[in-house]
């Protein structure tokens, strides 16, 4: 069964930092990119970033996140990364990641800015 765990979403101020985990099974994780979206309170879910499969050398980066986030994998440990700085209140939402193509989503986890 595909599935999708993240975690360390917390509260933290504006200017601080979190590193979101996403643990995934199922799969042979390797072979699939993988990619983090959120969705904040009455708004669409959107793309925050993406990592190719195997190595993760290819990047891509939202705007609104270029310069100030990174996502990495550990493909031994079956888990993508995502390490949020410089944070802003509008950072505010839940954050998921999934495989492309995607399978299930999974439940999110919380990540509140705010002072």
């Known amino acids: 069964q595909v599935q999708v765990v993240e975690s360390g979403g917390c509260l933290v101020q504006p200017g601080g930092s979190l590193r979101l985990s996403c643990a995934a099974s199922?799969?042979?994780?390797?072979?699939?990119?993988m990619r983090w979206y959120r969705q904040a309170p009455g708004k669409e879910r959107e793309l925050v970033a993406a990592i190719s499969n195997n190595s993760g050398w290819m990047k891509n980066y939202a705007d609104f996140v270029k310069g100030r986030f990174t996502i990495t994998r550990d493909n031994a440990a079956n888990t993508v990364y995502l390490q949020m700085n410089s944070l802003k209140s509008e950072d505010t939402a839940v954050y998921y990641c999934?495989?492309?193509?995607?399978?299930?989503w999974g439940q999110g986890t919380q990540v509140t800015v705010s002072s």
């Open positions: 199922g799969f042979t994780f390797s072979t699939y990119a």
């Open positions: 999934n495989r492309w193509p995607p399978a299930d």
